[in-house]
């Protein structure tokens, strides 16, 4: 069999929120199909700074994080794509003028104003290793390195003021309609699947991944065998080849073991 490369979400896909933690079942498979001479990435709207060592212990091969941005293969950066330095100081400039709080991200770390309770208090319900929170920092050096921007808006006045500040980004709303994750237009999930694919030369067709979410959608369009959690949103559903158990059920444990390990 050649060599396999899976890429796989965090939230609602491998992290269970119910159950506050990746279970063992799906820790161990993930090992097995490594053992087996296959590659397991993580992809993640997250940067480098937002994986919890809950994930990181789990030993990946790589990580396609901050929505593509930033591309990671045993420990080292294969591409790291970063804001136009000029839209971000625009930016943060307007969302400082109405005290919207906002978080910039780095392939290393995230920075973040301490003030900002906001957000402080959002991440503290989203296994985040706060470690890798820096409060201490210059921000002009720091906007030269951002590959992705998060924010928080109190209420719909904020909201619509900050998505107006957008026109220079993509932006994804969460479902809370407080908190926002800005990134550039020309990067996303499937772009940095299709960086892997190309640096470590495999083909698309030895390709999978496994999601639930909005943000999964293009790297569902781009792998050779998509697999939707049967948690996920019906876009993703759609788009899958499989639809595999949710991930309460250890869904990533089953799938693994029938096509790789069993």
């Known amino acids: 069999m050649s060599r396999k490369v899976i890429f796989f979400d965090i939230d609602g896909t491998l992290f269970c929120p119910e159950f506050g933690c990746i279970t063992d079942e799906v820790k161990q498979a993930i090992k097995d199909v490594q053992d087996k001479g296959h590659l397991c990435f993580v992809a993640s709207g997250r940067p480098y700074g937002f994986i919890a060592e809950n994930v990181k212990e789990i030993g990946f091969d790589g990580y396609v994080l901050a929505n593509g941005a930033n591309v990671k293969y045993h420990n080292q950066d294969l591409t790291a794509r970063y804001l136009n330095s000029q839209n971000v100081q625009e930016l943060i400039s307007k969302l400082k003028n109405r005290n919207i709080e906002y978080i910039l991200q780095t392939p290393t770390l995230c920075y973040l104003d301490k003030s900002n309770q906001c957000l402080l208090d959002f991440y503290s319900h989203c ?86 979410g909005p943000n999964d959608i293009e790297m569902f369009e781009t792998v050779g065998h998509p697999i939707a959690m049967a948690n996920a949103i019906d876009e993703i559903k759609q788009r899958a080849e499989i639809i595999c158990p949710s991930v309460q059920e250890n869904g990533v444990a089953v799938q693994l073991k029938k096509m790789f390990i069993i």
């Open 127 to 212: 296994n985040i290793d706060f470690h890798n929170l820096c409060h201490d920092y210059n921000e002009d050096e720091v906007i030269q390195r951002t590959v992705k921007i998060e924010s928080w808006t109190k209420n719909q006045e904020e909201l619509d003021y900050a998505i107006s500040c957008f026109q220079s980004f993509l932006y994804e709303l969460h479902p809370d309609h407080h908190s926002l994750e800005i990134y550039s237009k020309e990067v996303s999930k499937a772009t940095g699947i299709l960086d892997v694919l190309h640096e470590l030369n495999i083909d698309v067709n030895d390709s999978y991944c496994f999601g639930d």
